[in-house]
């Protein structure tokens, strides 16, 4: 007969389960929303009121984010939607930020591979039970990174082993990256560049070389764990080498607004798909259950 305790367990377990997968799920789909920045350039290009029609190939993106109508550099710019193009740059920031704060690198590092995502649990828990004296010994700093590494210093050499630190270390460093990106972007909506250009492109470039390397060692962290690690892949590394390319020339080529967003467009849509294939995923188990149930009536 089962004991009342056990209901009570199972019942108290269900919480931190649900609030899991609802943090993982807000995540997720903060990642997937980067894309309404195609809805709203596309809006806002259409806005447009300058002396000679918008182009992607001439124009830049930050033309459609300046406050004020005039010349900038060589260019004549008249955005009368900026409002909304600035308003898309910083949602699309925060949603990168909140993705990075709120998918958990156990999950990030698998795909969300449930399987996977809950030998990495047991994995974490062995380590952490292993190594809680020598971890809570260390000084502050180091304990944080060891607790963020999963790993518990001077436990053995299973801990301390590569198969184990460099995917940890690589995921923690998909999110710091996909952070600051995240920051950057948002930077470049609050400071249009007809404000304080040194900051605008700042932010730029934070999200250009962030946001590009993020999904490079993203890519790579998937290879073995879905067929969306190609793509996610392809779309850092494209975003990766258009970015060292137009850095090079500080964007002086015959068709300035194509090499901008061959650095920018494949981020957006790399980002999307990563929260895309984690949504998901998420959703495996509920929609597994849901055919066992169908099959049993």
Do not use: K
């Not at 590494?149 to 690589?170: D, N, Q, T």
């Not at 250009?197 to 764990?225: M, Q, T």
């Amino acid at each position: 007969m089962a004991h009342p305790d056990d209901a009570e367990r199972t019942e108290n377990a269900a919480g931190p389960v649900m609030t899991d997968r609802i943090r993982h799920y807000l995540g997720a789909w903060s990642a997937v929303s980067v894309v309404q920045f195609f809805v709203a350039e596309a809006a806002v290009i259409a806005a447009w009121r300058g002396p000679a029609p918008y182009t992607r190939r001439l124009n830049l993106i930050s033309d459609l984010g300046q406050m004020h109508c005039g010349l900038h550099g060589t260019r004549e710019v008249c955005s009368p939607l900026h409002t909304l193009m600035n308003v898309s740059f910083v949602l699309q920031g925060v949603g990168m930020v909140i993705a990075a704060l709120l998918i958990t690198s156990a999950v990030l590092r698998v795909a969300a591979y449930g399987p996977a995502v809950r030998a990495e649990a047991r994995l974490s828990e062995a380590l952490a039970r292993a190594g809680t004296r020598r971890t809570t010994a260390l000084p502050g700093f180091r304990a944080r990174a060891a607790v963020a590494l999963g790993v518990a210093p001077g436990g053995g050499p299973v801990s301390r082993h590569r198969a184990i630190v460099v995917p940890r270390a690589a995921t923690l460093a998909v999110r710091i990256l996909l952070g600051v990106a995240g920051v950057g972007v948002a930077v470049v909506g609050f400071v249009p560049q007809d404000s304080q250009e040194a900051v605008h492109l700042a932010g730029a470039g934070a999200y250009f070389l962030g946001g590009s390397l993020a999904l490079v060692v993203l890519g790579v962290l998937w290879i073995r764990r879905t067929a969306a690690a190609w793509p996610v892949l392809l779309c850092g590394a494209s975003a990766f080498a258009a970015t060292v390319i137009g850095g090079a020339v500080a964007l002086h080529v015959p068709e300035p607004g194509t090499l901008e967003r061959f650095m920018g467009y494949p981020i957006t849509a790399g980002i999307a798909v990563a929260g895309a294939v984690i949504a998901y995923r998420l959703g495996v188990p509920a929609r597994q259950a849901r055919a066992l149930r169908r099959a049993g009536r």
